[in-house]
């Protein structure tokens, strides 16, 4: 298991853009199970929305993501690299992330080639699916 200081070794985000707590499994360059406990004290709240607190698609796609970078980033030939987006496919929402929700961020990589790869990604709250979707990503 990976505390927040030993993600932040791995990945460069921070506050207010980190969006993973803790890693609970990880296989470098295979695998990373990530938690996000969601609280209503997330800047995103103030306005998404005021009166119904919904955590953006967008958001939980991120966290997913940023649960693949350390999967990634973790092994020796991408430390102090970077991971970015280059694209997602099959996206679905299946269910509204709100305050006191806990998210397991399941990333599996399923092709990797010279910095340039596809990642498997779901996102569980308990045992109910809230989203996945197929995420390409490029190292520099």
């Known amino acids: 298991m990976l505390n927040i200081e030993e993600i932040k070794k791995i ?3 921070r506050a207010p853009m980190l969006l993973i707590d803790r890693i609970d499994e990880l296989e470098p360059g295979v695998r990373a199970v990530g938690r996000k406990c969601v ?5 995103f709240f ?3 929305f005021p009166d119904k607190p919904v955590m953006p698609g967008v958001l ?3 966290a997913m993501a940023q649960t693949g970078a350390v999967a990634m980033l973790s092994l020796k030939e991408y430390a102090g690299k970077i991971m970015y987006f280059g694209g997602m496919d099959k996206v679905k929402f299946r269910r509204q992330v ?5 998210l397991r961020l399941e990333v599996e990589i399923i092709k990797n080639k010279g910095g340039f790869g596809v990642g498997n990604g779901a996102v569980y709250v308990d045992d109910d699916i809230a989203a ?3 995420i390409t990503f490029a190292i520099q």
């Open 39 to 43: 609280s209503m004290n997330e800047p």
């Open 98 to 102: 709100v305050p006191g929700d806990v």
């Open 60 to 62: 939980i796609l991120e």
């Open 46 to 48: 103030a306005g998404h």
């Open 132 to 134: 996945s979707a197929v």
């Open 11 to 13: 990945i460069p985000h």
